[in-house]
């Protein structure tokens, strides 16, 4: 059974930086494409960024664009997401995701989720 377990959340002040890790476990790491959502009080959960396992292509959120980064280091099975630049709007629970598909992106029908990451980020 595939497991997720994310890392590096925690407080920060607007335009400050944090880099999530994403720990994967209990499957192939290299045919999972992998996502980075993230959840705030009161607001659907949204995808961050996205990344395919076939062909490297990614998605980000108009939001986050050019101030957020999703990479993979496949030989440690890891996931980051480098958040620079961050606004306090960017606060909020931030999962990793994983699913088999080749073709999945920036939906939230993945198959494994992580428990979820705090990010707070103070004006």
């Known amino acids: 059974q595939v497991q997720l377990a994310e890392s590096g959340g925690g407080l920060v002040q607007a335009g400050g930086s944090l880099r999530l890790s994403c720990a994967f476990s209990?499957?192939?790491?290299?045919?999972?494409?992998v996502g980075w959502f993230r959840q705030a009080p009161g607001k659907e959960r949204e995808c961050v960024a996205a990344?395919?396992?076939?062909?490297?292509?990614?998605y980000y959120a108009n939001s986050v664009e050019g101030r957020f980064t999703i990479s993979r280091v496949n030989i440690k099975d890891t996931v980051y997401l480098r958040m620079n630049r961050l606004e306090p709007e960017d606060t909020a629970i931030y999962y990793c995701?994983?699913?088999?598909?080749?073709?999945?992106?920036?939906?939230?029908?993945?198959?494994?989720w992580g428990q979820g990451t705090q990010v707070t980020v103070s004006s």
């Open positions: 209990g499957g192939t790491f290299t045919r999972h494409t």
């Open positions: 990344m395919r396992w076939n062909d490297g292509s990614t």
């Open positions: 995701a994983a699913d088999p598909s080749s073709w999945r992106l920036d939906d939230n029908d993945y198959a494994y």
